[in-house]
């Protein structure tokens, strides 16, 4: 009986330096209201009144984000993914919890006057949904 072990090494390690070499960004591009609108929701706006509604840092900074990414990133080098392949499954995970994020409802609460300018929708960041349908991401290589 002979067995035959093929090292695939020299293939993954090259395929890593692929992904190290790309990069994936998440949000909304172009410009225009929208960009504007998610920037003052991230940050705030405290001289309008306007609270800090953090999606996208709280997400960058969530150690369970970070083991999701690298599960990602084994699985598809295990599988002999390409590096475009791997990055694309990395910004559509993060898009879905950028997307689960702004629908559920991020603290602080609307005030009342908002409350009642967008019934009968309660949650904070969802007004019309635009924001959160143009919520896409892009890879770069």
């Known amino acids: 009986m002979s067995v035959n072990i093929e090292n695939n090494l ?13 990069s994936v960004h998440v949000g909304i591009f172009g410009g225009g209201e929208l960009v504007m609108i ?7 706006a ?4 306007i609270p800090e509604r953090s999606v996208y ?4 900074l969530e150690e369970q984000t970070a083991k999701e990414i690298k599960i990602i990133i084994i699985v ?3 599988r002999g ?4 392949t791997i990055l694309a499954r990395i910004g559509a995970y993060l898009t879905a919890r950028v997307k689960d994020r702004i629908m559920s409802s991020v603290p ?4 009342p006057e908002t409350l009642r300018r967008k019934a009968p929708e309660t949650r904070t960041l969802i007004d019309t949904g635009r924001m959160l349908g143009a919520v896409v991401f892009e890879v770069r290589t």
């Open 10 to 22: 020299p293939q993954i390690a090259a395929r890593y330096r692929e992904l190290q070499e790309g």
């Open 38 to 44: 998610a920037r003052v929701q991230e940050y705030g």
């Open 46 to 49: 405290p001289a309008a009144g």
């Open 57 to 60: 840092r709280v997400i960058a």
């Open 76 to 78: 598809g080098l295990d």
């Open 81 to 84: 993914l390409d590096a475009e």
């Open 108 to 111: 602080p609460p609307n005030k």
